[in-house]
């Protein structure tokens, strides 16, 4: 799952099993260890820079921001010790030096780094330098190019910005000055690799696995190990109290621990080997429903969909062997060049025939809602629609009437989709992580898309391939949503923000190359003039207005084809006190309440 989140804001801004459940691992710091269990592990750790929802959950322990939000989705103080608004003089619009759109005061409260460094102004206006370096390419630079500058007097920061930025309620980015300004950023281009290899942070300098000891983090944890495939542990963070009762964190120690699957998962707990289990879905429900109040179904801030990528020069270059023993999808060049999801009637067809409903019952059990939106019913702006309804008779239609037809009779539809004379085939590489009811809707969908004249391959690879950023992996990785090295992709987003959103995801300008999150390659003039209105708008019923036009705009285009929302599953033992589920920020956000009894 990939994330579409705040947590650059509320995180960043601050913003194998050993041992018995809940047992002493041996260490000097006392109290318990939480072992939760998820079938995949982590990616990036640095929180500018990961997107999957395992690194989120981590990243979570460990970083803190100005704000919190509240499992009431209410917003609460946190490192600062009041939320800036009109009313209190904390937001004035416009600013309050030449050329500000806006200033936003904010009082900060007295916090240390897990180090014991003092975490001051200084590192709010470092990371502000380091996300605006033109070298940092890996990083969405929305949000924090508005700001015009950042003054620091004491404990007070003022933010002044150039623009109106729709979210300067939730403050600036924040990051350790003293542990970043130690590394690079592409300096691995040209230069020295024996050293530029080793501090370019781009290439996951000061993050790796070595590094994570010596992470600052502004939470209640801080990185104690990881072995990658297995696990990752965080400590309590002896210098981290909580604002609002100056506690510290309950557990001494949490393992996530990397099961591979979610029935190994599953089995794990059963056998008292693990006190959670996270990222469960539907297809768990009825299979762990004899585990009474222990299983805690939510339903959950989670849309799955299918990601047509839209450019016409970036996509798959064909499967592998194992993916595709029949030779049915050759390289690009061999079936005429061209990128065929980026033809708008290709993509038509394609959300004309997915069968939501029954994939919802035959594979998940109908567990979980059918989705039409890539928003979520309970959003103020929510604003339902109208998708294609699944009639193979209509797809087929829909392709002859968009000039789809099979000129040399092989059983594949063609058309020339890039303008360059020669005619694409129909052929897909549809690309999903190895999670079983991902795959078996795929296959569903390919042979309904056979029978239309649409050749599909189900690609399965791991999740650090779909999901790995180009920090993380290398160019040619297949089916990789950074490089856009897929035709259409089946995951998940994690939608963690409440607010209008969008931008990141589908603006022109905000390609993974870019440092943002449109890995589709989605290029509409007409979206990107709604996104940027949004983007610069603090008046929601405005951003409410616009976002029933991009919803509108996403549908008729058929940016994305939503399937459904989903069900979460988390397992929680009775031994541990202090679960909380939270609908945007997952099942472990408030990991420093939690606390296991000794079996």
Known sequence: MRKRSLLATFAVTAALVAGACGGSTGSTVSGATLLIGDYQDVDSLNPFYYSTVMSSNVIGMTSDGLLRLNDKLELEPWMATEIPTKENGGIKVPGTVDGAAATVTWKLRSWKWSDGVDLTCADFQYAREWILDEKNTAVSKVGTKEIKEIVCEGSTMTVHYSELYQNLKYGPALAPKHYFSKFTLGTAVGGNPATDLSTDMLLGAGYRTKDLPTVPTSGAFKYESRTPGVETVVVRNPYWKDPRNGSQSKLARVKYVVCGSPETCVAKYRAGELDMVTDLDG??????????????????????????????????????????????LPNRAARGGGCPASDLELRRAVSAAVDRERYLKQIEGDVGFVATNMELPAF??????????????RAAKILADGGWSDTNNNGTVDKDVDGDGDRDEAILDMCTTLKPTRVAKLQLLAADLKTIGITAIVDAVGGGDLFGQRTDVPAGTKCNLAYGTFDIALHAFGITSVEPSGYDSYHSTQTNENGGGNDQFVNIPELDAKLEAIKSSIDVPEQDALMVEVQNIMTS??????LHYWLDIVLVSNNVSGYLQHAAWGPIWNAYELDVASN
Not at 380 to 393: N, S
Not at 557 to 562: G, S
Request: proline share 11%; with cysteine.
């Open 380 to 393: 103020f702006f929510y604003e339902e629609q109208e998708v294609e309804a699944f009639d193979l008779a």
């Open 283 to 328: 297809s768990q429900y009825a299979p762990t429903k004899d585990l009474g109040d222990e299983q805690r179904p939510f339903p959950s801030f989670t849309v799955e969909f299918l990601r047509p990528n839209h450019s016409q020069t970036t996509c798959s270059d064909g499967a592998p062997a194992e993916a595709d023993p029949d030779g049915v």
């Open 557 to 562: 285009n058929v940016v994305t084809i939503p």
